[in-house]
């Protein structure tokens, strides 16, 4: 008999998880944030996944964090801000060898659930697979993509990887899962917050070249100064593909910003902005990057942490 997958969180990775894991059989489970939105989601047929314009609805089995039974292995796919107080939540129902795979970009939040629950094994996620939700119950798998697990302190990849080869969901484990999330933050932070500040989409921060260098080279000391020195290296000329190979996109935090939610700023450039100031770094360019865009989201009435 298979593991229930504890899906938390039914946004758009929670939905595109759950749905290829239920569609290849395995036993899945949804946690909803409270009994209203469950009413909601039991009223609806399933979870719905539009793949190449073709949508498929899978009635997956969803519950409460109040719901009595144990939880061997739980996804946490909410964003990075929610996750730690969603994991304390269910933290009463995870059984002594529970596994938590944590999808939450950026860092800061892993650290801050793994320190909540030190008997279970925290697994984490780097994913470069885009979807977005339609409505409700409904997202669109919007870009194929890949996903990097690992554990920093057990290099030994878990056996369920199985599960994730019948689900069709490219990854591969990494014993270097932080120097993979570390690359994904500094490529972030280069990129998400001046498209923000400049109204633009990624291929806009081409006539901003000069400053887009100056922080990459701030993030690359930045990277060798945490021990991360793999992270940073030709980190300007991977940006600078990245801002040629998805010219055409809005990044996430424009996204984020463009419709008024939240962003993950603090886990982003706030986690490398703390991580300068615990070095005694000084890192002008960036910290003024991250006043501007504090201040920008400030004046839309959006949090800036
Ligand atoms: P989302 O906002 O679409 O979904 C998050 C869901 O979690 C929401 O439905 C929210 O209601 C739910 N949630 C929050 N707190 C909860 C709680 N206590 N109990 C139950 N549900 C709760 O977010 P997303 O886009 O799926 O992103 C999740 C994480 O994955 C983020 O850190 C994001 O940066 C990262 N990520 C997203 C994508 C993508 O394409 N969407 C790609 C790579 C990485
Ligand atoms: O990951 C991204 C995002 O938009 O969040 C890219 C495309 C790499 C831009 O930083």
Redesign the pocket.
Known sequence: MSTTWHV?????????WATRLARAGLPVQL????KE?LARYQASPGLTLVEQGLARTYPVMAQ??DSPEPIDRLLV????Y??P??VA?LARRLTPNAEVIL????LG?QDAVATQLPQARCIFA????????ESDWR?VF??H?FTWLGDASHPTAPLWLDDLDAAGIPHQWSTDILTRLWRKLALNCAINPLTVLYQCRNGGLQEHQCEVATLCAELAELLECCGQPAAAQDLQAEVERVIQATAANFS?MYQDVANG?RT?IS?LLGHACQAALRHRLSLPHLQQLHVRLAGYLDARGLPSD
């Open positions: 938390l969180g039914a946004g758009s990775l929670g939905t595109l946690i909803l944030r409270d939105r409460t964090s796919a909410c964003k990075a929610d996750a107080d969603a939540q999808l939450q970009n950026g939040s780097s994913s470069t697979e885009g979807a977005f939700r997202v919007a870009g993509g996430s939610r993950e886990y």
